[in-house]
């Protein structure tokens, strides 16, 4: 009541009860905060918050497609355990983020660093570096699927005419398959990265290069005492991101080899998907869900603390 | 401390070899460009190379895809292609489902995202900054991990196969919040500060001031919002089963898989159309999604 019958701030006099006037102001203020926040909110809480929450009850239940369930408590983790395509997905997702993180770091760094420099054309090339980052999946993995098809890709094509008489059989080859996705994932990651790494580039004092090149510094040695050190939030960030979404990776792998050939690129977010929307077992599946989740949290706050120790 | 001393005598020491670096240093310059540029053309080859074949391909007749050798550019352009596609798919239904779907999402992203943006900027209340933590810590929860139980709870609302699932899905990320939040601490306090002497509400300086001052950061979000909804493909696969609600995305996957025998030219003609838009909105909006890309990754 009295918050919304108190005085504007201005308007009322200093000297009248100041403890009494400051708490309905304070009130006021929240109610007032919490209205800007709350249409977000609305969604945010009813279509995040609170299927995370049911995700972890679902996660301990025999949740089935006729929306029964009971409580099984911790069986559906017991069984994640002994399963075996659960190990290949767990496993093929370390193998695709060790791959992929690492090369995009390189790559992308790479790129920035040479468009760090005053180059012709460089504007041209930030954009041609940006296109397959707003490309859409479904036409990234059908241009790619025909680019490495072993007999008449152009892939295999220009590497027979450098000379390599067998090339892999990529996305046929349960051997090449993970390698092909990890390519074309860089080839549309590094744009983005390219732009944070670029805009961390320009946080680096010139003056510090300056310095460096005058006291007989060459390049690498310039990169690796002057660049880096300065470039470490950007890192750290990149590293963050770049972990997540690698833990994540799905609809790629799912247009591009539906996690063949066998099992050989099956991630855990699809072993999540199929055992959930294709085998209708919604509890199992939570309890894989809880994995991944436990798994990009976990990760990611190590990652966090790992960067406070180091820059204290 | 060390810094500037190392800037200091960095500073006194190039005036003294300024006149000195002459031929040398020169061409070890100019070979430093040429590598520059080398490596530069290389990539930009590596880049582009697949969006060409895509264009070339949606030229070609139909078994001129898998010629051995292949076929960069075909000797006749099939323009031909470009109208089947019409004819033979739904392209025409996918792009308008798909279109609704970007329009309204990125309007209300946009809306719910900035408006609260605002609480979180510019008021200060109890539960203000876990509540924002809250936020921040979903950039870290994938949306695979909670996917069935929203679907679940979509299912049960009868939400599921309609595309108001797919703008619930997308409209209130918790991204469009902190885009927003990061521009507006940008702006000086002492703006909102005078307009709050002079009797506006904070409703009143959101839409009078703030809204105004941050255009940059709203077409970063719109340009990122649309572009992310027009390509999303896992949303429209889990919750639009009738083939009328496609997506575009959803319906150029179909045209792979249920067709026997694909016609590839003509598949290719409708990603060429499928990414066509996206490509125009990207280079004249480049800006904006650079800067929102910058600023909202580096912050963070």
Known sequence: ?312 | MTETQVLVTGGTLRKLTAPAPAGRARSRLTIGRTLGYIALIIAAVGLLAPFFWMVMSSLKNANEVFSVPVVWVPETFVWQNYIDIWTKSNMLVWIRNTLFLAVSVTFLQVLTGSFAAYGFARMKFAGRDILFLAYIGTIAVPWQSYMIPQFILLSNLKVSNTLWSIILLQAFGAFGVFLMKQYYETIPEELSEAARLDGLSEYAIWRRIMLPLSVPAIASLTLLTFVNTWNDYLGPLIYLRNPDLWTIQLGLKSFVSNLFDTNYALLFAGLTISVVPIAIIFLLGQKYFVEGIATSGLKG
């Open chain 1, 1 to 312: 009541m009295t918050t919304t019958e108190a005085p504007r701030r201005d308007a009322a006099p200093p000297q009248t009860k100041p403890p009494r006037r400051r708490s309905a102001l304070r009130r006021r203020n929240a109610l007032i905060g919490w209205s800007f926040i709350l249409p977000n909110f609305i969604g945010f809480g009813f279509l995040t918050l609170l299927p995370v929450l049911i995700l972890f009850y679902m996660a301990f239940t025999n949740w089935n497609v006729f929306g029964k369930a009971d409580w099984v408590g911790i069986a559906n983790f017991q069984r994640l355990m002994g399963d075996g395509s659960f190990h290949v997905a767990f496993w093929n997702t370390i193998y695709y983020s060790v791959m992929h993180i690492p090369l995009t770091i390189v790559v992308s760094l790479g790129l920035a660093l040479l468009l760090n420099n005053k180059l012709r054309g460089v504007a041209f090339f930030r954009t041609a570096a940006f296109f397959p980052y707003i490309t859409s999946i479904v036409a990234i993995a059908v241009v790619w699927n025909l680019l490495f098809s072993p007999d008449y890709g152009p892939i295999n094509e220009v590497l027979r005419a450098i000379g390599i008489s067998e090339p892999p059989g990529w996305l046929t080859s349960s051997e090449w398959a993970m390698p092909a996705v990890v390519i074309v994932s860089t080839w549309r990651d590094m744009g983005y990265y390219m732009i944070l790494f670029l805009a961390g580039l320009q946080t680096v004092p010139r003056e510090l290069h300056e310095a460096a090149r005058v006291d007989g510094a060459n390049v690498w040695q310039r990169f690796v005492n002057v660049t880096l050190p300065s470039l470490r939030p950007t890192m750290f960030f990149v590293t963050v991101m770049l972990t997540i979404n690698s833990f994540k990776i799905f609809d790629l792998i799912l247009v591009m080899t539906d996690g063949g050939p066998g099992q050989s690129t099956l991630v855990l977010s699809q072993f999540i998907y199929k055992k959930g929307f294709e085998e209708s077992q919604f509890g199992y599946a939570s309890a894989a869900a809880v994995a991944l989740f436990f798994l990009c949290i976990l990760v990611t706050i190590g990652q966090f603390l790992w960067n406070r120790k180091r820059s204290a």
